[in-house]
């Protein structure tokens, strides 16, 4: 019954900055970002673990997006700096209800329980 409520989404020029946000009404681990462009297939961002100790960005967005949380608001965050017309689509915020073995964050759909409805990102050029 997790719910997840992105926000933050825009219409952006290419260079410019957003920032995205989604609040989980439930108990949450690792959460994430995926997105969809138009004429693509949904392709993963960023994702965090619970204690952020463990990040994941796709190679596309290194050294440009940077994913943050705040648990006491049960929030994640992703700042997006120098867009680029291709990052535009629609972004999902994405959430684990348990907590993983693993050592690595998840980059696959498959890996997350909920997803939020999407917040529209937008990049003129």
């Known amino acids: 019954q997790v719910q997840l409520v992105e926000s933050g989404g825009g219409l952006v020029p290419a260079g410019g900055s957003l920032r995205l946000s989604c609040a989980a009404s439930g108990r949450t681990f690792s959460m994430g970002w995926f997105r969809q462009a138009i004429g693509k297939e949904r392709e993963f961002v960023a994702a965090i673990s619970w204690s952020g100790g463990s990040i994941g960005y796709v190679d596309s967005v290194k050294g440009r997006f940077t994913i943050s949380r705040e648990n006491a608001k049960n929030t994640v965050y992703l700042q997006m700096n120098s867009l680029k017309p291709e990052d535009a689509g629609v972004y999902y915020c994405?959430?684990?209800?348990?907590?993983?073995?693993?050592?690595?964050?998840?980059?696959?759909?498959?890996?997350?329980?909920?997803w939020g409805q999407g917040t529209q990102v937008t990049v003129s050029s």
């Open positions: 994405v959430a684990d209800s348990s907590l993983s073995t693993a050592t690595a964050v998840g980059t696959t759909a498959g890996e997350y329980d909920y």
